[in-house]
């Protein structure tokens, strides 16, 4: 049962290279959730889906763009990477965005030289 | 602006120790709030979720208790272990947030034998 899985799980940029964090969930989630965690913080919500088609913008969404062309797949898009963006990146998913519980993937640490 | 802390940021004890972690929010209009367990390098892993109507959930050796009129909630975990050495996270949802969390900022669990 793989659940929610993120890849890469490394990955070095240099400013103004671009780059697609891949996620995608087996458990025919409903919601799917882009968060991006800065050392010793909490997770803030870049983006977020409710469904295949339907996506909308979280609490810091400049510098990112996502799609959702099927229920399995959300992709986010880094377009010219900064190193304010020098993070680590966590997808996440739910059946539905009520009472459900989250479950994550393992993250993508993210360095913007 | 819902603003969620979590205290103490970290927190050591020895073996056997019941402890309790405190999470405190600004905003008492919270549709339901979730404690996380996070070990390093990997994704956060839900361990309780407590509606705004309850009281308190309770799995294995975790008790999660919820009042919402004074803006707490805390993790109580009874006859700790060194496996439960962690970063713990509690995140609300806003009853008006859609699909939002707010994560605080967590608090690194250290058992030791």
């Known amino acids: ?113 | 602006k819902q603003e969620v802390t979590q205290i103490p940021a970290a927190l050591s004890v020895p073996e056997g120790e019941n402890l309790v972690l405190n999470c405190s929010f600004t905003d008492s209009a919270i549709y339901n709030l979730q404690w996380f367990r996070q070990d390093p390098g990997k994704g956060l892993t839900s361990l309780l979720l407590i509606q705004s109507s309850q009281r308190e959930q309770t799995s294995g050796r975790l008790n999660a208790s919820l009042d919402k009129s004074s803006g707490r909630s805390t993790l109580y975990i009874a006859a700790s272990q060194p496996g439960d050495s962690a970063t713990y996270l509690c995140a609300v949802r806003r009853e008006t947030s859609g699909s939002r969390l707010t994560f605080g900022e967590g608090t690194q669990l250290t058992v030791n034998p």
């Open chain 1, 1 to 113: 049962n793989a659940g929610v899985t993120q890849t890469p799980k490394f990955r070095i940029l240099k400013i103004g290279q671009s780059m697609t964090l891949q996620c995608t969930q087996d458990m025919n989630h409903n919601y799917m959730y882009w968060y991006r965690q800065d050392p010793g913080m909490g997770l803030k919500l870049i983006y977020y889906s409710v469904g295949a088609g339907i996506t909308d913008k979280g609490e810091v969404p400049n510098g990112y763009n996502v799609s959702r062309s099927t229920t399995e797949d959300f992709p986010l898009r880094l377009e010219l990477a900064a190193p304010s963006q020098t993070s680590v990146y966590f997808c996440a998913s739910s059946y539905s965005t009520g009472g459900e519980k989250l479950f994550f993937g393992s993250g993508t640490q993210l360095s913007v030289l």
